[in-house]
């Protein structure tokens, strides 16, 4: 057991000294979003959800860290789409809209019928869409998705 223990102790000081990095230290490097980084935002937008269904006001801080929230996601977009973002994006649009953000809340939205079209969001996301007034324009299938060929 004292073998096993001490080679792995072996083996993060290799790592250590030859930078051998682990993946989520190679996320955030590439600008990918950890699950601290998920779960911070997501507290942040729990906090402004909060403030906006109690009439508060929003504070400098507050729409800046909103902005940077949606900063963070539209990277994270441009390296690789997860589907485990798309409720962030929904709970965005919906303080964007409740904020007479619209164009930011339409992007959001619009997003996730864009790239999560197979989530249970993207319905709601259209709803949201055509309830303020925007024509929503469902991404087409590619041919062999959808329902099975008869």
Known sequence: MKKIFVLFL?????GVIFGIETVEAKKSKKGG?????????????D??????????????????????IKIKLDNQM????????????????LLYKSRDM????????????ENFADTA????AAAQLKAMGVEVKLPEKKEGEGAAAE
Not at 10 to 14: C, D, F, N, P, S
Request: glycine share 2%.
């Open 47 to 68: 906090k402004l959800t909060k403030k906006m269904y109690g009439h508060g006001l929003f504070s400098p801080e507050d729409n800046e860290s909103l902005i940077e």
């Open 121 to 124: 969001l993207a319905p709601k």
């Open 33 to 45: 979003i950890t699950e601290e980084d998920m779960t911070t935002m997501s507290a942040t937008v």
């Open 78 to 93: 441009l390296i690789a789409p997860d589907p485990t973002m798309a409720p962030m994006y929904y709970r965005l649009a």
């Open 10 to 14: 072996m083996l993060a000081l290799v």
């Open 102 to 113: 619209k164009d930011e809340s339409v992007e959001c939205f619009q997003t996730i019928l």
